[in-house]
């Protein structure tokens, strides 16, 4: 089937399921599991280049790290599942089985990762920066919360994930800290 074929069979395929309730395939698990685990991936890489020289007047760039992951996604993720079961829709049991199993893979260091990221991301935004995208969103209450949690989170890593994994995180720390109080004193 042709590339434009596929396209106008899924969106014909959309517009009948808006109405439906959607059904999990393993194609479409996998694919989100792989997604989010090459997402984490690409935004720790990001976020220690951003860190190791690509600063913009000494604030780190949320958007980077956007584009980042943006240029670097390639593949479906879907390649776990075989050819057998796609398109298969599951029953609840199987589909449990297999978020267990995805589950699995993940390791408490990944999401603790993630988790560094969001937070990261959240208090630049909340510190309203970059000024010409982020200002709207300023609130230095909320900014201090997300430093604050990062800053509980590393201190909870600490000895328990590799230093390397934990350096960028520190530079960022620091650096919120340091605009934070920048833009208080304002």
């Not at 698990?29 to 690509?54: C, N, P, V, W």
């Not at 829709?89 to 408490?108: A, G, H, N, W």
């Not at 999401?111 to 010409?132: R, T």
Request: charged fraction near 40%; avoid cysteine; charge should be positive.
């Amino acid at each position: 089937m042709s590339e434009d074929k596929r396209e106008s069979a899924k969106k014909s395929a959309s517009k009948k399921a808006v109405a439906e309730k959607p059904k999990m395939t393993k194609k479409s698990a996998a694919k989100r599991d792989s997604s989010k685990t090459k997402k984490i991936k690409l935004e720790e890489k990001a976020e220690k280049e951003s860190l190791e020289g690509k600063k913009e007047s000494g604030k780190a760039a949320p958007e980077q790290l956007k584009e980042k992951m943006e240029e670097e996604k390639t593949g479906t993720g879907a390649e776990e599942v075989s050819e057998a079961t796609e398109g298969k829709e599951l029953s609840d049991e199987e589909m449990r089985k297999f978020i267990e199993e995805q589950l699995e893979k993940i390791t408490v260091q990944d999401m603790v990762g993630q988790m560094m990221i969001s937070l990261a991301s959240v208090g630049y935004q909340k510190l309203g920066l970059p000024e010409s995208v982020n200002l709207k969103y300023r609130d230095f209450s909320q900014a201090s919360l997300a430093i604050d949690s990062l800053q509980a989170l590393i201190r909870a890593a600490e000895g328990k994930m590799e230093e390397s994994r934990l350096a960028p995180f520190r530079g960022t720390l620091a650096n919120l800290q340091m605009n934070f109080v920048k833009l208080k004193r304002g």
